[in-house]
């Protein structure tokens, strides 16, 4: 239900961007943000600090691109929002020597250090590609191809990312020990 609420406002946003423009689309976007951290805030009792920063960076850059009419603010919210992402997990590993991937998700799994460390940098990574992918769309093709990129492509590239991650730490989880009694060893038992 969390992750559907998420997308919701960059759906909203595609359907009205393709029926009437970048304004309305703007605003959409906007409003439809800041009635997801309503949300947030009552069905989870907080919002995450991930979900924060993308809600400000959205109402900043959508008014922006809103009240100029122009969908270069949105376009850099993008870049500038990976940028960020990729830095704090690089400086805090690098510079802190705290790893936000296992903050994040250590309460759900147990892992190797080593695990980790991979995992926080190939995130970071992931950004860095997310953030120059945007910058070549955004730059080089049209408006239209960006707004798809945007709605679909990040979308994508992040369920693949999440997959490869997946299939990463899969060797690495604790494996559970259970024992199937069979008919022969019942009959061994006897």
């Not at 704090?88 to 080593?114: D, H, R």
């Not at 990312?161 to 199937?180: C, D, F, M, Q, W």
Request: with cysteine.
């Amino acid at each position: 239900m969390k992750q559907l609420l998420e997308f919701i406002p960059l759906i909203l946003f595609f359907v009205v961007y393709k029926l009437a423009g970048i304004r309305e689309a703007a605003v959409t976007l906007i409003i439809a943000t800041i009635i997801q951290m309503i949300i947030l805030k009552i069905k989870y009792g907080k919002i995450g600090q991930q979900q924060l920063v993308m809600g400000v960076a959205v109402v900043f850059f959508g008014t922006l691109t809103a009240y100029f009419n122009e969908l270069e603010f949105l376009k850099w919210k993008v870049t500038i929002v990976y940028a960020l992402f990729a830095l704090v997990l690089l400086i805090s590993q690098f510079g802190f020597k705290k790893l936000l991937i296992q903050k994040l998700l250590g309460k759900e799994i147990s892992l190797p250090e080593a695990v980790w460390v991979k995992l926080n940098v190939g995130w970071a990574i992931f950004f860095i590609i997310c953030m120059l992918v945007n910058i070549v769309i955004s730059q080089f093709f049209s408006d239209d191809i960006w707004v798809d990129f945007k709605t679909f492509g990040i979308l994508t590239m992040t369920i693949v990312a999440s997959l490869i991650t997946g299939i990463y730490i899969y060797r690495y989880l604790p494996k559970e020990n259970h024992s199937v009694t069979t008919q022969d060893d019942l009959q061994n038992k006897k």
